[in-house]
């Protein structure tokens, strides 16, 4: 051990050999403050050349090896087990901007660029890269590749997936995978790349991507509408994607519930109606003309549905503050939810077709599991992706609740499962969902993600314990 | 091997199993008509569970498969090669349509459907199913996800990997994996559909899948513009994406001598413009509100280019059968150089603000090997994806011309590689370029291939001699 830790050392310096407990504790607890793991180390390589010698090591000394970056997940991904044999590896430190093609449309990033600065680079050039989640201000591209992160921008632009032409790798032999060319096309063998997303670095550690830009929209307009159920929410999307097409850039859904929470523990803000409506629609319209004509086209949609009934009510932002406003409602209910206490969160997704008949069944088969469970259901109905969370009933201790999980996961997830959905739509497996997928995927399946496990990590060193 | 044939007759009856040489022939010989293998069948499965059954006759008799679906295919991945032990397995009769959810914007489709099927069936909910190619008439869908396919429609939906959710595959072993839940997001493990898709049927067999819908665009403009130069084309292009967005859905690059061999070979059709010009883009412009308003964007964007100097003549389609009278012009110049005589045909790709670098250079490097050939470049200037073409001097004799093959190929490929580019962007490698790849692509990334293939079947009997 004292060799690894030395040879360590010598390829990266041991100023980023951490492991002190004062230097490695924000790295060994998750963002939701659940979990404390172990490490040998904590190792902050500069560039991809010094993590292929660090992988070299660990797979020479039998060293396992947790890719971390931002360390905001969700599913405990990014965070190391109790064994203490582990080491984290932070990406942190690869964090250049190594070119910026405007005419390709395309942006060649490391792994530890926190998203939110590539938003801002990607806007100094005239153009959108259209990732954004709650997290932006602190998660790395690495990270949200490996996690293929989804966010509000999907229902136009897709998941991370969608929004990269290529990768550099680093091998579990240590070597350099360098697929860099940021073309749109290139059919010549199997997609590597499309492997290595998404696999929470158990097949390999990313280092850097292409990722694709898009033009900038002249005008971005916000509208909330006001509405009774669910499946009125959905009517609306399918009026208001036949009438903006790929215009419609965000369509979240939000109950009242979450709502009440944001203006309790968020006293400066408030909702922009007279009184409460059971559901509430945000919706976001990205326009190649003008506000006035993003305007216009909001009105006739919105005025149709108050005429129609579908709608309760509804404000069209009318300025940027306000419009900021309206995001900020539906982004708070995340720090909302956690300021009320103890939730149980689902990330689930279901076919967008019976999302509505999803909520009826499942809200229902809550409440006869945990009477008085109050549901904060909020997310991206147009991607099928409902924030499914349960907060306890009023009164109840947390740990009480807390004890529930098992039986109120099994619920939903099952329920999940009957409307032929998914129990980890955005989020991942991590470690925290590792046991709960082999109920819900077939043995075919994973039989298959074994094999290529074994091909690509025949040591099984690379985040074990996470994903399979 | 009597054994064998007996037991797939009992499998999928006896007028499903091909032996005679008048029943087989279509199936064996490529589409482009240059190549003939040999099979011991060609078997005629009704539905996945017969697919399945056979892959595991073949498993247990070691007799390797071939799947096939339209064989419109130009690299030879779905044709046997000439050792006839291996068994041609049609997907055809797999041509159902198991369900379209115009809500979920989705349509659950086999293997063996028409392309050309399933637009007319999208359309008949008021939906788009954008893929787009020139053998949409007989090409099927499961070989559209086989090869990754491209086409027209890809720089505003994608290649087929971007407009697939999931995917019903029949394993190596012969088992059956159903992913055809239709969810947008789905983070629960290893992508095991990107690894099918574009795979060429040498890690499984695709027999089903969920495709994407879109809400179908209320009008469609084309236009024809006429430049001097790709530079000039290149900035056209950014300047029609800074003005439209994703409106933009087509912009197709044509050299004036493509249109010269159209209408020299179909009398029929000319070009809208009084005299020749060294380049034409065709491009094409979807529009949620009215032809009026596609019209008006399209005139202030055209009528800059010409007031800057960027264009030298335009015209907008002013009917439906004029802006179909465009598109025939682009579409009809594979078949206008095929009658013009046997030519050299390179997919390759480059970064997009690179094409006009690289095509100045490579046709000078090419008239250098080859003086007095003539260059039939066209194709997806939007994708950064030429058809990059070569026919003969005047005079030159095929034969004596296609000795040169192997010259003109390295000169193209080498060049495309050092512009960073891909030899294969849309067509796939098949066994035409399963050599020519071992130049271009790192030692790793092969390695990885190999250890995937190997893992997913290791008889090595899918679709043999094919990608590696």
Redesign the interface.
């Given at each position: 051990m004292t060799d690894f830790l030395a040879a360590c050392r010598a390829a990266i310096g041991a100023a980023h050999v951490l492991t002190d407990a004062a230097d490695t504790a924000g790295y060994l607890t998750d963002q939701r403050g659940r979990y404390t793991g172990r490490a040998l180390a904590v190792l902050r390589p500069a560039d991809a050349a010094e993590v292929a010698t660090l992988v070299q090591l660990c797979a020479r000394h039998a060293i396992p090896l947790v890719p971390q970056g931002g360390n905001t997940g969700l599913v405990l991904g990014s965070v190391p087990d109790q064994q203490g044999n582990a080491v984290v590896l932070s990406l942190r430190r690869l964090n250049r901007i190594r070119a910026v093609?405007p005419?390709?449309?395309?942006m060649t990033v490391e792994a530890g660029c926190v998203l939110q600065h590539l938003q801002e680079q990607a806007a100094a050039v005239e153009r959108l890269f259209p990732l954004s989640l709650a997290a932006e201000g602190s998660c790395t591209i690495g990270g949200n590749l490996s996690?293929?992160a989804?966010g509000t921008g999907?229902l136009?632009y897709?998941?991370t997936?969608?929004l990269c032409l290529g990768l550099e790798v680093v091998?579990a032999e240590g070597?350099?995978?360098?697929?860099l060319?940021?073309?749109?096309?290139?059919?010549?063998?199997?997609?590597?790349r499309?492997?290595f997303?998404?696999?929470e670095g158990t097949?390999g550690i990313i280092t850097a991507a292409v990722v694709k830009l898009?033009?900038q929209?002249r005008a971005q307009l916000t509208a909330l509408v006001a509405l009774q159920t669910p499946a009125q929410a959905?009517q609306l999307l399918?009026q208001a994607?036949?009438?903006?097409?790929?215009?419609l850039t965000g369509f979240e859904l939000m109950s009242d519930f979450c709502l009440q929470l944001v203006c309790k523990h968020f006293p400066d803000q408030r909702l922009p109606f007279a009184h409460a409506h059971p559901q509430y629609v945000l919706l976001e319209l990205?326009d190649?003309e003008s506000e006035d004509h993003a305007r216009t086209i909001f009105e006739t949609l919105i005025g149709q549905a108050l005429e129609q009934g579908l709608a309760q009510d509804a404000v069209i932002a009318a300025s940027l503050a306000q419009s900021r406003a309206l995001w900020r409602l539906r982004e708070s209910i995340s720090m909302a939810q956690a300021h009320e206490g103890k939730n149980i969160k689902h990330d689930i997704?279901?076919?967008?077709?019976?999302i509505a008949e999803f909520m009826e069944v499942t809200d229902s088969l809550v409440q006869q599991a945990a009477p008085g469970c109050r549901m904060v259901s909020f997310g991206?109905l147009g991607?099928?992706?409902l924030h499914y969370n349960v907060s306890p009933p009023v009164g109840v201790a947390d740990a009480d609740f807390l004890a529930r999980q098992g039986d109120i996961n099994r619920v939903v997830h099952d329920s999940v499962d009957r409307f032929?959905?998914?129990?980890?739509?955005?989020?991942?497996?991590g470690a925290l969902?590792r046991e709960e997928?082999l109920r819900?995927?077939?043995p075919?399946?994973l039989r298959?993600?074994r094999?290529?496990?074994?091909?690509?990590d025949p040591q099984q060193l690379m985040n074990p314990g996470k994903?399979?």
């Open positions: 093609d005419v390709n449309n395309t996690t293929n989804g999907v136009r897709g998941n997936r969608e091998t070597e350099i995978i360098s697929s060319k940021g073309l749109r096309k290139d059919n010549t063998g199997y997609d590597l499309d492997l997303i998404g696999a097949l898009f033009p929209p959905l399918q994607q036949a009438r903006c097409g790929s215009a990205s190649n997704s279901v076919p967008i077709s019976r991206h991607d099928g992706n032929g959905g998914s129990i980890s739509a955005e989020h991942g497996l969902k997928i819900y995927k077939s075919v399946e298959l993600m094999a290529i496990k074994q091909a690509l994903v399979l």
